[in-house]
């Protein structure tokens, strides 16, 4: 069975370690989101593919869901005495060579989709993890110009705002102020990477894994194609909530839902999606009364447990996505 998923960061990425045990035999291909891309200290940084890369590999810091275990901290600590910032973006050691080899291949002439194949060749992540896009799509967020008078000059609508990176938006500013808007700059421009469109063309079931709808699957939607192509591939097409019980689950989910105008619920996600998009979705138990209001949207849907506790778990969460994806296949 070839399977596609779209991935974001942590969420997909924990998602995509239960689907490989649901599905042991499947051909599973991964398409990674590069919004949340950094350059910093003039090496790209692309959290999300080094997620999953690193989860699903065997080297992620468990309990952070991002960065290596067994990190060390001297080259950011040596970076900090030269007054070199931003000191906000913990970045470690093993990290930075993962980032070194990746912007000297980009450096060479490689694009993003075949460094990432070259790391992958070090990870073997049991999946075939494409970036979005080769082309540069970064992120930013809307929010209330702190300078010039901030949330209470916002109060009478005069404050300017002002677009800050999502790292910045995710890890300085803790995502404790609104957001107005999230633009994923560069989107319009960008062109699906190679193998992308022919793996949505080859797939048996799509599957959008608990991501953030917004900047993790949304920014993938973003690149012209590819939302077209999922909802022409004539495949079962099914998706798991990341909102349980009307909150993220982890990260902040609610504040970027908040900026498109989307309520932070299991079937407000569901909607945001589209049954133009969507043939199927999983919202969790606690959720179960949604389950009328998603059908009545056109999507087939089920309530069952959603928390990601641990990998059998997880499975079983893959395994029922899997059979309603082939309950929803005409
Ligand atoms: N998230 C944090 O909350 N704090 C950090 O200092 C941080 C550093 C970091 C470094 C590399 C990397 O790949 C991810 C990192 N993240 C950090 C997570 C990152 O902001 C998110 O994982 C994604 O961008 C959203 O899924």
Redesign the pocket.
């Known amino acids: 069975m070839r399977i596609v998923v779209l991935a ?4 997909g990425a924990r998602f995509l370690r239960g689907l490989k045990s649901a599905a042991p035999d499947a051909d599973i291909t991964v398409i990674g ?1 590069t919004g ?1 891309d ?1 350059h910093l200290f003039g090496l790209k ?4 593919l ?2 999953v890369m690193y989860t699903l590999g065997g080297g992620i810091h468990e309990e ?4 290596r275990a067994g990190e060390t901290f001297a080259v950011k600590e040596e970076l900090a005495a030269y007054g070199v910032g931003p000191e ?5 050691d093993r ?1 930075f060579a993962t980032h070194i080899v990746r912007t000297q291949m980009i450096g060479a002439g490689y694009p993003l989709s075949a460094v990432t194949e070259a790391l992958c060749a070090r990870w073997q992540p049991g999946v075939r993890l494409l970036p979005m896009t080769d082309d540069r799509v970064e992120t930013h967020v809307l929010i209330d110009d702190p300078e010039a008078g901030g949330a209470e000059g916002a109060a009478e609508g005069r404050a300017p705002r002002k677009a800050v990176h ?2 910045e938006y ?2 300085r500013l ?1 995502a404790s102020v609104p957001a107005h808007a999230v633009i994923p700059v560069g989107a319009e421009q960008a062109k699906p990477a190679p193998g992308v469109l022919d793996a949505i063309a080859g797939a048996d079931v799509i599957l959008f894994p608990p ?2 709808p917004v ?2 699957v949304g920014t993938i939607l973003a690149v012209p194609g590819i939302r077209e192509a999922i909802a022409e591939a004539g495949v079962p097409v099914v998706g798991l909530s990341p909102i349980v019980g009307d909150a993220p689950v982890r ?1 902040m989910a609610d504040k970027v839902l908040a900026a498109v105008g989307v309520e932070s619920t299991a079937a407000a996600v569901a909607r945001h999606y589209g049954s133009g998009l969507l043939d199927g979705w999983l919202v969790d138990t606690v959720d179960a009364a949604a389950v009328s209001e998603v059908e009545a949207a056109g999507i087939r849907c089920r309530a069952v447990p959603l928390m990601m506790t641990d990998v059998a778990a997880t499975a079983r969460m893959a395994t029922e996505a899997l059979t309603l994806a082939e309950e929803v296949r005409t």
């Open positions: 974001g960061g942590i969420g989101n949340d950094i940084v692309c959290p999300d080094d997620t952070q869901g991002w960065g906000w973006f913990g970045l470690g990290d999502f790292q995710w890890v803790r991501s953030n900047v993790s990260g």
